[in-house]
């Protein structure tokens, strides 16, 4: 079994000073630079997947902007693919299924951002294409939301999001655990 790690949308604009700050996000790039660390070192495959927003009216991931770039935590090095994305699922419009089929990758190991939008589209994708997935649930972040007039937490929203995905859709782990899953 072929295994590539994929990570999704660690952009500028989810760090601090950026359009769309996400709670936690220094912690979980600093678990997906491990993570990338591993892999390089192992000479793994890795996908890079950067949203760049084309939809009207849109505030961040604009085009040609400081937020729409890859952190510098995670920044693709030569051979490691680059796969721009338009919607919050990975797989949408893009040639990502088709470029991991050409590498025969058949698990995946994601992280990235942000968990209760992009992140779980692209797993439940990936599920219903045929992958393995395990989630590195502390490599992903995301926000606090609103709804009928309350304000969920950042904190619960993640475990509420990685939850509903562990089990049916994938495997969710802490970063550290990944690499014995991956002997």
Avoid: W
């Avoid at 491990?34 to 505030?59: C, D, W």
């Avoid at 770039?69 to 699922?89: A, M, R, S, T």
């Avoid at 995946?108 to 942000?114: F, N, P, S, Y």
């Amino acid at each position: 079994m072929k295994t590539a790690l994929l990570i999704v949308d660690v952009q500028n604009d989810y760090f601090p000073g950026g359009k769309m700050e996400l709670h936690g996000s220094i912690e979980a790039g600093m678990k997906i630079k491990n993570i990338l660390e591993y892999f390089r070192k192992e000479n793994m495959p890795v996908f890079h997947v950067q949203h760049i927003s084309i939809k009207p009216g849109a505030t961040f991931f604009l085009p040609d902007s400081q937020g729409v770039k890859i952190h510098e935590n995670v920044q693709p090095e030569d051979g490691e693919k680059v796969v721009v994305k338009h919607y919050p699922n990975s797989f949408r419009d893009t040639t990502l299924h088709e470029l991991l089929k050409k590498n025969e990758v058949s698990r995946l190991v994601i992280a990235g951002m942000m968990t209760h939008m992009c992140i779980d589209t692209t797993v439940r994708a990936a599920f219903d294409l045929g992958y393995e997935c395990i989630v590195a649930g502390d490599g992903c972040a995301t926000r606090s939301l609103g709804f009928d007039n309350n304000i969920i937490t950042a904190e619960d929203v993640q475990r509420s999001f990685l939850a509903a995905l562990n089990g049916t859709f994938a495997k969710v782990v802490k970063a550290d655990q990944i690499y014995d899953l991956l002997k």
